[in-house]
T-cell receptor, first 119, second 113 residues
Framework: DTEVTQTPKHLVMGMTNKKSLKCEQH?????MYWYKQKAKKPPELMFV???????INESVPSRFSPECPNSSLLNLHLHALQPEDSALYLC??????????????????FGPGTRLTVL | KNQVEQSPQSLIILEGKNCTLQ??????????LRWYKQDTGRGPVSLTI?????NTKSNGRYTATLDADTKQSSLHITASQLSDSASYIC????????????FGAGTRLFVKA
């Protein structure tokens, strides 16, 4: 199974709403990622979890709150978003290994994304 | 500065024709280079991944090449199909033990009948 699933596929929310995006993988990957992608732009890294611990936070506003309940699940909690936060939110996962004393990550497998619209 | 530049920005070809997309990078230290295909509104799908010691890798009608000396890669698509219409993104990983990868801006390919 080389699939990363994301729910929901589409989400429309108001600026005062609280919602969550969910991501799941069963490939045994120990690194999971959240990306934000605007139209015609490459994905921008938001967060990385490694072995269920937050490893990278790319200075993302606190209205985005990630959570990694276990090695297969990754959530992104949304609260008080702005219209400019409307985008495609992508989850990805990858293997993590050690070679020559250095940690390396293998190919990232991406989910289909959640199309978020903030009104 | 760690950068990945792709060319052309967009490309239109006729169905059945071949095409080649380019990726130049200044990422250091280099770990690996990946090509992804992304359909509009969908997540990227991995096509190939190459490490420093590999200079070519194929996946069906897709063939990627890597010249680590000149820091250039290309993705060659043979006998294009309408379903090849998508964005193709070059992504370079750094050998620093971290998780960040450097994304190119992508090439948008349009295949016409």
């Amino acid at each position: 199974d080389t699939e990363v699933t994301q729910t929901p596929k589409h989400l429309v929310m108001g600026m005062t709403n609280k919602k969550s995006l969910k991501c799941e993988q069963h490939m045994g990957h120990r690194a999971m990622y959240w990306y934000k992608q605007k139209a015609k732009k490459p994905p921008e890294l938001m967060f990385v979890y490694s072995y269920e611990k937050l490893s990278i936070n790319e200075s993302v506003p606190s209205r985005f709150s990630p959570e990694c309940p276990n090695s297969s699940l990754l959530n992104l909690h949304l609260h008080a978003l702005q219209p400019e936060d409307s985008a495609l939110y992508l989850c990805a996962s990858s293997q993590v290994g050690l070679a020559g004393g250095r940690r390396f990550t293998d190919t990232q497998y991406f989910g289909p994304g959640t199309r978020l619209t903030v009104l | 500065k760690n950068q990945v530049e792709q060319s052309p920005q967009s490309l239109i070809i006729l169905e059945g024709k071949n095409c080649t997309l380019q990726c130049n990078y200044t990422v250091s230290p280099f770990s690996n280079l990946r090509w992804y295909k992304q359909d509009t509104g969908r997540g990227p799908v991995s096509l190939t991944i190459m490490t420093f010691s590999e200079n070519t890798k194929s996946n069906g009608r897709y063939t990627a090449t890597l010249d680590a000396d000149t820091k250039q890669s290309s993705l060659h698509i043979t006998a294009s199909q309408l379903s090849d219409s998508a964005s193709y993104i070059c992504v370079v990983g750094r050998n620093t033990g971290g998780f960040k990868t450097i994304f190119g801006a992508g090439t948008r390919l349009f295949v016409k009948a």
